[in-house]
Protein backbone atom coordinates (compact mmCIF):
# COMPACT_ATOMS: atom_id res chain seq x y z
CA UNK A 1 0.00 0.00 0.00
CA UNK A 2 1.38 3.36 -1.09
CA UNK A 3 2.11 6.06 1.96
CA UNK A 4 -1.05 8.52 1.10
CA UNK A 5 0.96 10.77 3.04
CA UNK A 6 2.92 11.44 -0.65
CA UNK A 7 0.07 12.07 -2.57
CA UNK A 8 -0.66 15.79 -3.71
CA UNK A 9 -3.13 16.79 -6.05
CA UNK A 10 -2.24 19.53 -8.60
CA UNK A 11 -5.23 22.18 -7.99
CA UNK A 12 -5.35 22.01 -12.22
CA UNK A 13 -7.06 18.64 -11.56
CA UNK A 14 -10.21 20.60 -10.15
CA UNK A 15 -9.09 24.16 -11.79
CA UNK A 16 -12.77 24.37 -12.92
CA UNK A 17 -14.52 23.25 -10.11
CA UNK A 18 -12.87 24.89 -7.21
CA UNK A 19 -10.94 28.35 -7.01
CA UNK A 20 -8.14 27.60 -4.64
CA UNK A 21 -9.88 28.11 -1.83
CA UNK A 22 -12.13 25.26 -2.22
CA UNK A 23 -9.33 23.36 -3.71
CA UNK A 24 -7.35 23.73 -0.29
CA UNK A 25 -10.28 23.02 2.10
CA UNK A 26 -11.75 20.42 -0.15
CA UNK A 27 -8.45 18.09 -0.43
CA UNK A 28 -7.44 19.26 3.05
CA UNK A 29 -11.22 17.41 4.00
CA UNK A 30 -10.18 14.18 2.41
CA UNK A 31 -6.62 13.80 4.24
CA UNK A 32 -4.43 15.22 1.57
CA UNK A 33 -1.69 16.95 3.36
CA UNK A 34 0.09 18.32 -0.76
CA UNK A 35 -0.75 20.59 -3.46
CA UNK A 36 0.71 22.28 -6.67
CA UNK A 37 -0.62 25.97 -6.74
CA UNK A 38 -1.06 27.66 -9.86
CA UNK A 39 -0.43 31.18 -9.97
CA UNK A 40 -3.70 32.83 -11.84
CA UNK A 41 -5.49 31.02 -9.22
CA UNK A 42 -3.56 32.11 -6.33
CA UNK A 43 -3.99 35.52 -7.77
CA UNK A 44 -7.92 35.37 -7.62
CA UNK A 45 -7.63 34.09 -4.16
CA UNK A 46 -5.80 36.80 -2.76
CA UNK A 47 -1.33 37.75 -1.92
CA UNK A 48 1.07 35.01 -1.59
CA UNK A 49 1.34 35.83 1.99
CA UNK A 50 -2.45 35.14 2.71
CA UNK A 51 -2.14 31.87 0.57
CA UNK A 52 0.31 31.03 2.73
CA UNK A 53 -1.16 31.13 5.55
CA UNK A 54 -4.91 29.18 4.31
CA UNK A 55 -2.00 26.34 3.53
CA UNK A 56 -0.75 26.72 6.24
CA UNK A 57 -4.49 26.01 8.71
CA UNK A 58 -5.25 23.46 6.30
CA UNK A 59 -1.99 21.65 6.96
CA UNK A 60 -1.29 21.49 3.20
CA UNK A 61 2.42 21.66 1.48
CA UNK A 62 3.34 22.82 -1.79
CA UNK A 63 4.63 20.65 -4.13
CA UNK A 64 4.92 22.55 -6.92
CA UNK A 65 3.96 25.93 -8.27
CA UNK A 66 2.92 27.06 -11.74
CA UNK A 67 4.39 27.82 -13.72
CA UNK A 68 7.87 29.95 -14.18
CA UNK A 69 9.86 30.12 -17.91
CA UNK A 70 8.65 30.96 -21.51
CA UNK A 71 12.36 32.58 -21.93
CA UNK A 72 12.40 32.43 -26.05
CA UNK A 73 11.87 35.21 -26.86
CA UNK A 74 13.64 37.24 -29.61
CA UNK A 75 13.04 40.33 -29.22
CA UNK A 76 15.42 41.64 -26.46
CA UNK A 77 12.78 43.69 -24.71
CA UNK A 78 10.19 41.23 -24.56
CA UNK A 79 12.56 39.02 -23.09
CA UNK A 80 13.51 41.03 -20.25
CA UNK A 81 9.93 41.54 -19.32
CA UNK A 82 10.14 37.82 -19.17
CA UNK A 83 13.27 37.84 -16.73
CA UNK A 84 11.29 40.07 -15.29
CA UNK A 85 8.24 37.99 -14.48
CA UNK A 86 10.46 35.02 -13.79
CA UNK A 87 11.78 37.21 -10.83
CA UNK A 88 8.22 37.62 -9.63
CA UNK A 89 7.22 34.20 -9.33
CA UNK A 90 10.26 32.90 -7.86
CA UNK A 91 9.77 35.51 -5.33
CA UNK A 92 6.31 34.06 -4.93
CA UNK A 93 7.39 31.12 -5.17
CA UNK A 94 9.41 31.48 -1.48
CA UNK A 95 6.92 33.29 0.30
CA UNK A 96 4.06 30.16 -0.60
CA UNK A 97 7.09 27.34 0.47
CA UNK A 98 6.85 25.69 -2.81
CA UNK A 99 9.75 22.75 -3.16
CA UNK A 100 9.88 23.06 -6.48
CA UNK A 101 9.03 26.22 -9.13
CA UNK A 102 7.67 24.37 -12.42
CA UNK A 103 9.82 25.92 -15.60
CA UNK A 104 8.29 25.33 -18.95
CA UNK A 105 10.71 26.61 -21.71
CA UNK A 106 8.78 27.79 -23.76
CA UNK A 107 7.98 27.34 -27.75
CA UNK A 108 9.17 28.51 -30.79
CA UNK A 109 8.55 32.38 -31.23
CA UNK A 110 6.01 33.81 -33.84
CA UNK A 111 7.45 33.68 -37.10
CA UNK A 112 10.74 31.16 -36.23
CA UNK A 113 11.40 28.13 -37.08
CA UNK A 114 15.10 28.51 -35.63
CA UNK A 115 14.62 25.71 -32.41
CA UNK A 116 18.64 25.74 -31.82
CA UNK A 117 18.39 28.85 -31.05
CA UNK A 118 15.18 28.81 -29.04
CA UNK A 119 16.75 26.89 -26.81
CA UNK A 120 20.11 28.57 -26.24
CA UNK A 121 17.81 31.29 -25.67
CA UNK A 122 16.00 29.67 -22.87
CA UNK A 123 19.39 28.69 -21.37
CA UNK A 124 20.78 32.23 -21.61
CA UNK A 125 17.52 32.97 -19.00
CA UNK A 126 18.20 30.47 -16.82
CA UNK A 127 21.81 31.16 -16.54
CA UNK A 128 20.72 34.71 -15.16
CA UNK A 129 17.42 33.41 -13.14
CA UNK A 130 19.71 30.58 -11.50
CA UNK A 131 21.80 32.72 -8.99
CA UNK A 132 18.54 34.65 -7.53
CA UNK A 133 17.01 31.75 -7.38
CA UNK A 134 19.87 30.22 -5.30
CA UNK A 135 19.76 33.61 -3.50
CA UNK A 136 15.89 33.09 -2.84
CA UNK A 137 16.04 29.57 -2.01
CA UNK A 138 14.21 28.15 -4.82
CA UNK A 139 14.40 25.16 -6.79
CA UNK A 140 13.26 25.69 -10.50
CA UNK A 141 12.63 22.26 -11.84
CA UNK A 142 13.09 22.07 -16.22
CA UNK A 143 10.31 20.22 -17.06
CA UNK A 144 10.30 18.28 -20.47
CA UNK A 145 6.97 18.34 -22.09
CA UNK A 146 5.82 15.86 -25.19
CA UNK A 147 7.61 16.46 -28.40
CA UNK A 148 4.56 17.41 -30.19
CA UNK A 149 4.23 19.89 -27.65
CA UNK A 150 7.72 21.41 -29.00
CA UNK A 151 6.25 24.46 -30.85
CA UNK A 152 3.95 25.98 -28.75
CA UNK A 153 5.12 25.08 -25.58
CA UNK A 154 8.48 24.43 -24.59
CA UNK A 155 11.40 23.10 -26.71
CA UNK A 156 12.33 20.95 -24.23
CA UNK A 157 10.94 17.61 -24.73
CA UNK A 158 13.55 15.14 -23.51
CA UNK A 159 15.10 13.61 -20.17
CA UNK A 160 18.24 13.74 -21.51
CA UNK A 161 18.13 17.05 -22.70
CA UNK A 162 17.52 18.11 -19.38
CA UNK A 163 19.94 16.81 -17.64
CA UNK A 164 21.98 18.33 -20.15
CA UNK A 165 21.03 21.38 -19.50
CA UNK A 166 21.99 20.68 -15.78
CA UNK A 167 25.09 20.06 -16.46
CA UNK A 168 25.99 22.47 -18.62
CA UNK A 169 24.59 25.43 -16.40
CA UNK A 170 26.58 23.26 -13.52
CA UNK A 171 23.97 25.01 -10.61
CA UNK A 172 23.44 23.31 -7.45
CA UNK A 173 20.11 22.49 -6.18
CA UNK A 174 18.44 25.41 -6.83
CA UNK A 175 18.15 23.64 -10.37
CA UNK A 176 16.57 20.47 -10.62
CA UNK A 177 14.26 18.65 -13.20
CA UNK A 178 10.22 17.79 -12.93
CA UNK A 179 10.06 13.93 -14.24
CA UNK A 180 5.93 14.04 -15.48
CA UNK A 181 4.99 10.36 -16.46
CA UNK A 182 2.40 12.05 -19.21
CA UNK A 183 5.41 14.06 -21.65
CA UNK A 184 8.05 11.28 -20.88
CA UNK A 185 6.53 7.69 -20.89
CA UNK A 186 7.62 7.13 -24.61
CA UNK A 187 11.19 7.76 -24.19
CA UNK A 188 13.32 4.57 -24.92
CA UNK A 189 16.23 6.35 -22.71
CA UNK A 190 14.41 7.18 -20.07
CA UNK A 191 15.42 4.73 -17.58
CA UNK A 192 18.78 5.70 -17.75
CA UNK A 193 17.68 9.21 -17.59
CA UNK A 194 16.28 9.16 -14.69
CA UNK A 195 19.25 7.13 -13.30
CA UNK A 196 21.60 9.93 -14.44
CA UNK A 197 19.27 12.64 -12.55
CA UNK A 198 19.56 11.23 -9.40
CA UNK A 199 19.53 13.80 -6.97
CA UNK A 200 18.06 16.36 -9.58
CA UNK A 201 14.35 15.64 -9.36
CA UNK A 202 12.66 18.42 -7.83
CA UNK A 203 9.46 16.75 -8.82
CA UNK A 204 7.14 13.76 -9.98
CA UNK A 205 3.80 13.83 -11.77
CA UNK A 206 1.70 11.02 -12.62
CA UNK A 207 -0.98 11.15 -14.79
CA UNK A 208 -1.79 8.75 -17.75
CA UNK A 209 -2.07 8.78 -21.37
CA UNK A 210 -5.17 7.70 -23.10
CA UNK A 211 -4.58 5.82 -26.03
CA UNK A 212 -7.57 7.98 -28.22
CA UNK A 213 -6.51 11.38 -26.86
CA UNK A 214 -8.53 14.06 -28.14
CA UNK A 215 -6.55 16.97 -27.00
CA UNK A 216 -2.13 16.86 -26.42
CA UNK A 217 -2.40 19.28 -23.26
CA UNK A 218 -6.19 18.95 -21.90
CA UNK A 219 -7.32 15.38 -22.06
CA UNK A 220 -5.13 13.45 -19.90
CA UNK A 221 -6.43 10.54 -18.43
CA UNK A 222 -6.75 9.40 -14.76
CA UNK A 223 -3.83 6.80 -13.34
CA UNK A 224 -5.05 3.22 -15.02
CA UNK A 225 -7.36 4.58 -17.62
CA UNK A 226 -4.43 4.71 -20.25
CA UNK A 227 -1.36 3.35 -21.53
CA UNK A 228 1.39 4.46 -19.25
CA UNK A 229 3.57 1.86 -16.56
CA UNK A 230 2.84 4.02 -13.87
CA UNK A 231 4.65 2.19 -11.19
CA UNK A 232 7.34 1.26 -13.52
CA UNK A 233 8.43 4.85 -13.55
CA UNK A 234 7.68 5.75 -10.11
CA UNK A 235 10.19 3.19 -9.47
CA UNK A 236 13.20 4.17 -11.78
CA UNK A 237 12.58 7.82 -10.12
CA UNK A 238 12.10 6.62 -6.09
CA UNK A 239 15.65 4.33 -7.01
CA UNK A 240 16.98 7.66 -8.45
CA UNK A 241 16.93 9.10 -5.00
CA UNK A 242 13.40 10.96 -5.13
CA UNK A 243 11.60 10.73 -2.33
CA UNK A 244 8.90 13.83 -2.73
CA UNK A 245 5.25 13.92 -3.16
CA UNK A 246 3.29 11.61 -6.11
CA UNK A 247 1.77 14.63 -7.52
CA UNK A 248 -1.37 14.16 -9.58
CA UNK A 249 -1.74 16.74 -12.46
CA UNK A 250 -4.45 15.56 -14.57
CA UNK A 251 -5.63 18.46 -17.43
CA UNK A 252 -9.11 17.04 -18.47
CA UNK A 253 -11.29 19.44 -20.17
CA UNK A 254 -13.29 16.72 -21.17
CA UNK A 255 -13.93 14.73 -18.46
CA UNK A 256 -12.38 14.99 -15.29
CA UNK A 257 -13.01 19.23 -14.91
CA UNK A 258 -16.46 18.31 -15.70
CA UNK A 259 -17.25 16.09 -12.58
CA UNK A 260 -17.89 17.12 -9.25
CA UNK A 261 -14.79 17.92 -7.57
CA UNK A 262 -15.02 15.66 -3.96
CA UNK A 263 -15.63 12.60 -6.75
CA UNK A 264 -12.62 13.77 -8.42
CA UNK A 265 -10.25 13.54 -5.24
CA UNK A 266 -11.57 10.43 -4.22
CA UNK A 267 -11.41 8.81 -7.50
CA UNK A 268 -7.47 9.86 -7.30
CA UNK A 269 -7.00 8.78 -3.72
CA UNK A 270 -8.03 5.18 -5.01
CA UNK A 271 -6.29 5.18 -8.38
CA UNK A 272 -3.48 6.39 -5.91
CA UNK A 273 -3.36 2.63 -4.67
CA UNK A 274 -3.99 0.75 -7.77
CA UNK A 275 -2.23 2.27 -10.55
CA UNK A 276 0.79 4.71 -8.86
Same mark, same amino acid.
Given at each position: MLD !?? /? /?????????? +? @?? /????? !? =???? +? =??????? @?????MEFGSPKNTRQLLKENGISVSGFCIGGLLTSFDEATFQKDLDENRRIMEEAAIIESQALIFIAGGLPKGSKDIASARTRVLEGLSILLPEAKKAGVTIAIEPLHPMLAANRSVLTTMKEANDWCDQLGAGPELGIAVDVYHVWWDPMLESEIKRAGSRIAAFHVNDWLDDTKDLRLDRGMMGDGVIDIPKIRKWVESAGFNGYREVEILSQNNWWKKPPEEVVKVVKERYQKFV
Open positions: !ED /L /LSINQVTTRD +Q @WS /LKQAV !E =GYSR +Q =GIHGTAV @WRDKM
